[in-house]
């Protein structure tokens, strides 16, 4: 079993920067495949980054280049850097684990967070 409880949502105008954390325990974090996904209202939740057990960091279109993903296996901990948020990266954020190498689909992944509310005002 993983347990995973993130951390860093909140409210923050259009164009700033937020740092979303997820605390892991349960397995050997630096084999886990960790990622993010979000959820809006009334909208299907979808990926938004993942991290390999290299480190490796994989995005969908809509965050590339404004957001960074990463890990710190000695924290057993993956970090969300979003800068540049739009009002549409409102949702509510997801963390989750896989013990594959690398996921980049919902379905692969076993463990989730609670999940983390981020709101973008413009």
């Known amino acids: 079993q993983v347990q995973l409880v993130e951390a860093g949502g909140g409210l923050v105008q259009a164009g700033g920067s937020l740092r979303l954390s997820c605390a892991a325990s349960?397995?050997?974090?630096?084999?886990?495949?960790m990622g993010w996904f979000r959820q809006a209202p009334g909208k299907e939740r979808e990926f938004v980054s993942a991290?390999?057990?290299?480190?490796?960091?994989y995005y969908a279109e809509s965050v590339k280049g404004r957001f960074t993903i990463s890990r710190d296996n000695a924290k057993n901990t993956v970090y969300l850097q979003m800068n540049s948020l739009k009002p549409e990266d409102t949702a509510v954020y997801y963390c989750?684990?896989?013990?594959?190498?690398?996921?980049?689909?919902?379905?692969?992944?076993?463990?989730w967070g609670q999940g983390t509310q981020v709101t973008v005002s413009s």
């Open positions: 349960g397995r050997t974090f630096s084999r886990l495949a």
């Open positions: 991290i390999s057990w290299s480190s490796n960091g």
């Open positions: 989750a684990a896989a013990t594959d190498p690398i996921a980049t689909t919902a379905w692969r992944y076993g463990y």
